[in-house]
């Protein structure tokens, strides 16, 4: 044989064994093969930690396979790292345990993971309805906060599509330090009036995006705490809830910017808020807030469209009563049409020891939705605020 014939041999012979080791890497692991039953009665939970353990450990693309059925399932950690990329394929509906006793915090956790992938049709039922009354938050500052749905931590990489929630029993998604995280064609959805029930939370996290989704609850539809770069929310529908909302930002000490946001092409309807910035009084930290572009935006019987809001203090607990040191830079607001429901379009209400800068106003055109005769003339509040109005702008801006 030719140095050359042999050449080619040996790669071709490494080229079929690679294929082969490839080939074995591709695992589906079926949650009823580790004892799952989708009888809406047998505790899952053993069966899917085992599947999830047995997934983890192989290289390469995994799938855990949740077949259709209805699995009951208490809180769960989906723990990395693992050594390959982990698809979730939910055909199913999971239940979540009622036994709020058995929670220590969230009910399903995916914790320390790079290259996720949730998808499949399947539903993420929070059965939140019964633990909805013992619900604290409004009447204790530090409640204890009822579980979560689902908590993304540490992960990077992750595409959740085509999945559904309902009912969870305290916001339905959280993600924190995490990155490169796309969430498309979700649907979140809990009664208007249950609480906490935020659409997606998150914090301390980069490059972000929620797309072609539809969010109604009975919270904030999207909300954005601080520490945040980087995220994207396009073509979103919500309603009903109270909007899309970043902060409250400056209660605690320590708290990152929030640099770089845009949300376009979204609806709100018959939202408590529109697009909304809130900052506390009394701030503990001082950070920024900078960069937000919300653009092509339609509001829908929404009753405060646009508001900045810096002297947030739910309950009047706000020592001291200092202005808040969050310092409010470059918001757009271009392109926003549709109707509204309060006597003001625009509340632009900003600190005395931080002034907003660089908020623009372009191309807006809100109508009153309500009855009462006196908003025909009630438009817009602005104070400490600086910036520019550009194309057509109704009601008139006070900036
Ligand atoms: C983001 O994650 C996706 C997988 O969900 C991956 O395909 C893509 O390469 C990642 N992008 C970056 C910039 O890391
Ligand atoms: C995410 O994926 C990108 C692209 O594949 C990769 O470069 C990056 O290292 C991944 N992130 C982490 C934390 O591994
Ligand atoms: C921002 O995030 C998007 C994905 O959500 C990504 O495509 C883009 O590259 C990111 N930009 C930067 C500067 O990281
Ligand atoms: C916004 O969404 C609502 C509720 O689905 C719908 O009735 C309305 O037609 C939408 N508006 C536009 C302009 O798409
Ligand atoms: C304004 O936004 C609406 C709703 O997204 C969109 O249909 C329209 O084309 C936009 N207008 C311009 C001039 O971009
Ligand atoms: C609107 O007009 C009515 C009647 O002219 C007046 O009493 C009221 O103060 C006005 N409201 C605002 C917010 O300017």
């Known amino acids: 044989m030719s ?8 790669g071709l012979l490494s080229f ?5 080791r490839v080939d074995m890497a591709i695992g589906v692991y079926n949650v009823i093969d580790y004892g799952a039953a989708g009888d809406g009665k047998t505790d899952n939970t053993k069966a899917f930690e085992a599947a999830w353990s047995a997934a983890c450990t192989v290289e390469g693309r995994t799938t855990i396979v949740i077949p259709e059925g209805a699995y009951l399932l208490g809180p769960t950690i989906f723990k990395g790292p693992c050594k390959g990329i982990m698809v979730m394929e939910v055909k199913g509906q999971l239940l979540a345990s009622t036994h709020l006793e058995a929670y220590k915090e969230n009910w399903l956790d995916f914790q320390y993971i790079n290259g996720l992938a949730i998808s499949g049709g399947g539903r993420f039922n929070g059965q939140g309805a019964s633990a ?7 009447k204790i500052l530090n409640c204890k906060p009822l579980p979560k749905t689902l908590v993304f931590s540490f992960v990077t990489n992750a595409t959740i599509s085509s999945i559904s929630f309902i009912d969870s029993k305290f916001f339905h998604i959280h993600i924190f330090q995490s990155r490169n995280i796309t969430f ?10 249950s609480p906490n029930t935020d659409g997606i939370h998150i914090a301390d996290s980069t490059n972000i995006q929620v797309a072609n989704s539809v969010i109604g609850t009975g919270d904030d539809c999207i ?4 520490g945040c770069t980087n995220l994207t929310i396009f073509n979103v529908l919500c309603g009903p809830g109270h909007g899309f909302s970043v902060g409250s930002l400056g209660k605690n000490a320590g708290e990152k ?6 949300v376009m092409k979204c609806n709100l309807t018959g939202t408590t808020n529109g697009l909304r910035i809130k900052t506390w009084q009394s701030s503990a930290s001082r950070l920024k807030a900078t ?3 919300f653009e092509h935006v339609i509001m829908n019987n929404v009753y405060n469209p646009i508001i900045i809001d810096q002297n947030y203090c739910p309950n009047a607990n706000c020592p001291g009563k200092d202005p808040s040191l969050v310092k409010i830079t470059d918001i757009k607001y271009r392109n926003i049409t549709g109707t509204f429901a309060s006597l003001v379009a625009y509340k632009l ?10 908020v623009e106003l372009s191309d807006i055109s809100l109508e009153y939705s309500g009855k009462d005769n006196q908003a025909k003339n009630a438009t817009s509040i602005c104070v400490n605020v600086y910036g520019s109005s550009n194309g057509n702008v109704k009601p008139d801006p006070c900036i």
């Open 16 to 20: 079929i064994l690679s294929g082969v």
């Open 3 to 10: 140095v050359e014939l042999s050449i080619i041999v040996i």
């Open 132 to 138: 909805w009354p013992y619900n604290q938050c409004k």
């Open 184 to 193: 498309d064609s979700i649907r979140i959805s809990a009664p208007g009036d």
């Open 257 to 262: 910017d929030v640099i770089g946001l845009k």
């Open 223 to 226: 909300s954005i705490g601080s």
């Open 349 to 358: 209400l900003c600190s005395v020891a931080a002034p907003c800068e660089g």
């Open 291 to 293: 960069d937000f572009l």
